[in-house]
């Protein structure tokens, strides 16, 4: 992220123009003091949303918006989540189970830790 805002901030100042690099949270209360080295500001929550649109409400209007979105979706979301978890299994068992179900720790912790190729 540093690169990317240093790059973008050479970019602008060829061109005469200001930047002022800000990552923000869009939920929390992250407190981030400036340091010397860092080239960014930081804004969480409400700080954030009133930042970025002068409103220091609408943090408290998102939720409210979406206040029956999930509920309305959740049915989807499980479904969709249990396939995606019985995937995740079946590829596991593929990968790195015995035929007995047993998992296969060597196999894993290479895979997962081995200097292997990437």
């Known amino acids: 992220m540093r690169q990317e805002f240093c790059s973008l901030r050479s970019r602008l100042l060829k061109i005469h123009k200001q930047f002022d690099?800000?990552?923000?949270?869009?939920?929390?209360?992250?407190?981030?003091p400036p340091t010397k080295d860092r080239i960014y500001r930081t804004r969480s929550g409400q700080a954030f949303w009133q930042e970025v649109t002068g409103d220091p409400d609408f943090y408290?209007?998102?939720?409210?918006?979406?206040?029956?979105?999930p509920a309305q979706h959740r049915a989807q979301y499980q479904v969709e989540r249990d396939k995606a978890v019985n995937r995740f299994t079946r590829e596991f068992l593929e990968d790195f189970a015995a035929a007995d179900g047993?998992?296969?720790?060597?196999?894993?912790?290479?895979?997962?830790?081995?200097?292997?190729?990437d």
């Open 102 to 117: 047993a998992i296969d720790w060597e196999k894993l912790v290479t895979f997962n830790s081995g200097m292997g190729e």
């Open 60 to 69: 408290l209007k998102l939720i409210r918006l979406m206040r029956e979105y």
């Open 21 to 32: 690099a800000l990552l923000g949270h869009g939920y929390g209360r992250k407190r981030a």
